[in-house]
């Protein structure tokens, strides 16, 4: 899938890859929420999770609620396939344990 220029981009990737979001960077707690481009996504993870469970959400129509994506969580290093639809908000939720040096991307494939 190639790059679109008509496509909102995501507001944070990784080096020049519009198709390469960040979601966590180091982190230990919930990050903020990032636009993607839309279509098929790898979400992956890695860090010390001790303890934690890593989920995604996105931001609701009331554009203030988040809501969970069903399905997809990881407590350890690991990785999985999502959809999100053009222009979605998404963001990485930390919840439990004692994490630390968190590292979460969303690659569209």
Excluded: Q
Excluded at 43 to 65: K, R
Excluded at 68 to 94: M, Q
Aim: net charge negative; with cysteine.
């Amino acid at each position: 899938m190639g790059y679109n220029p008509n496509e909102p981009t995501p507001s944070v990737h990784v080096g020049n890859d519009p198709n390469v979001a960040t979601l966590l960077s180091n982190a230990s707690a919930t990050g903020s929420g990032h636009k993607v481009a839309g279509g098929t996504y790898i979400w992956s993870a890695v860090g010390t999770f001790s303890g934690a469970t890593l989920t995604l959400e996105f931001l609701g129509p009331d554009n203030t609620t988040y809501v969970a994506i069903s399905g997809v969580s990881l407590t350890a290093n690991g990785s999985a396939e999502i959809d999100a639809t053009i222009g979605a908000i998404i963001r990485c939720v930390v919840t439990g344990g004692s994490p630390s040096g968190l590292y979460s991307t969303l690659e569209r494939i």
